[in-house]
C-alpha cells in the first residue's frame, strides 16, 4: 500500500528493498522509522529482512546520508551473503539462550527430584522403624496385652507406610 515505509515493504516481501534515491514518500515519516530517518537521513537505502524459517524477526538497514550510492544485482547478492551469516548468528544465539534455559530448568528438575527422595526417604524411614522396633518389642515379650499392643502399633504403622507407598506411586503416575 501507499503507506507502507521501505522497512515494511522489505519485511511484507521478505526481500531486500533497494532506494538509490531516497525521497519523502517512500521514507518512513512517523514511528521509529521516521526518527531513524530524522537522525540518520539517508540518500540511498537497502533493507534487508531478516529471515528465521520462514518469519521475519526484523530488517537490517544500510543508508549513506552523504551521497547517493549505486549497487548492482550481484552487489545486493554479496551482502545478502553477509545478511544471512547475521541471521545464522542470531539463530545461533537464540537457540544457545535457549539450551542454556534448558539446562537451568533440567537442573531445578534434578534438585527438586533429590529434595523429593530425600523427604520421601524420610517419610518411608519412620513407619519401617516403627514397624521393626515393634515387631522386635513383640518377639521378646511374653504378656499377651502388650503383644496385642504391639500388633496394633504394628498394623497402625503398616498403614502409615502403605498410604506413603501409595502416594509415591500416584506421584510416579503424574511424572
Same mark, same amino acid.
Given at each position: 500500500?501507499?503507506?507502507?515505509? &521501505?522497512?515494511?515493504? @522489505? #519485511?511484507?516481501?521478505?526481500?531486500? #528493498?533497494?532506494?538509490?534515491? &531516497?525521497?519523502?514518500?517512500? *521514507?518512513? $515519516?512517523?514511528?521509529?522509522?521516521?526518527?531513524?530517518?530524522?537522525?540518520?537521513? *539517508?540518500?540511498?537505502?537497502? /533493507?534487508?529482512? #531478516?529471515?528465521?524459517?520462514?518469519? *521475519?524477526?526484523?530488517?537490517?538497514?544500510?543508508?549513506?546520508?552523504?551521497?547517493?550510492?549505486?549497487?548492482?544485482?550481484?552487489?545486493?547478492?554479496?551482502?545478502? +551473503?553477509?545478511?544471512?551469516?547475521? &541471521?545464522? *548468528?542470531?539463530?545461533? /544465539?537464540?537457540?544457545?539462550?535457549?539450551? +542454556?534455559e534448558a539446562n537451568i530448568a533440567a537442573n531445578n528438575a534434578n534438585k527438586a527430584k @533429590? +529434595? =523429593? %527422595? /530425600?523427604?520421601?526417604?524420610?517419610?518411608?524411614?519412620?513407619?519401617?522403624?516403627?514397624?521393626?522396633?515393634?515387631?522386635?518389642?513383640?518377639?521378646?515379650?511374653?504378656? +499377651?496385652?502388650?503383644? $496385642? $499392643?504391639?500388633?496394633?502399633?504394628?498394623?497402625?504403622? @503398616?498403614?502409615? %507406610?502403605?498410604? &506413603?507407598?501409595?502416594?509415591?506411586?500416584? =506421584? @510416579?503416575?503424574?511424572?
Amino acid at each position: 500500500s501507499h503507506t507502507d515505509n &521501505v522497512f515494511i515493504i @522489505s #519485511l511484507k516481501s521478505k526481500k531486500p #528493498l533497494y532506494l538509490n534515491y &531516497v525521497d519523502g514518500v517512500e *521514507a518512513p $515519516q512517523d514511528g521509529l522509522g521516521g526518527e531513524l530517518m530524522k537522525l540518520l537521513p *539517508a540518500k540511498s537505502l537497502i /533493507a534487508f529482512p #531478516l529471515i528465521i524459517g520462514n518469519k *521475519a524477526i526484523g530488517v537490517l538497514t544500510f543508508v549513506d546520508i552523504n551521497k547517493h550510492f549505486h549497487l548492482e544485482e550481484k552487489d545486493i547478492e554479496h551482502m545478502g +551473503q553477509y545478511v544471512t551469516y547475521i &541471521v545464522s *548468528a542470531i539463530r545461533n /544465539a537464540k537457540n544457545y539462550k535457549e539450551i +542454556q534455559e534448558a539446562n537451568i530448568a533440567a537442573n531445578n528438575a534434578n534438585k527438586a527430584k @533429590s +529434595q =523429593f %527422595l /530425600a523427604n520421601m526417604s524420610h517419610e518411608l524411614r519412620t513407619p519401617i522403624n516403627g514397624i521393626l522396633g515393634l515387631a522386635q518389642l513383640g518377639k521378646k515379650s511374653e504378656d +499377651q496385652k502388650s503383644i $496385642q $499392643q504391639y500388633l496394633d502399633k504394628l498394623i497402625t504403622s @503398616s498403614h502409615i %507406610l502403605l498410604t &506413603v507407598v501409595n502416594d509415591i506411586l500416584d =506421584f @510416579s503416575k503424574l511424572d
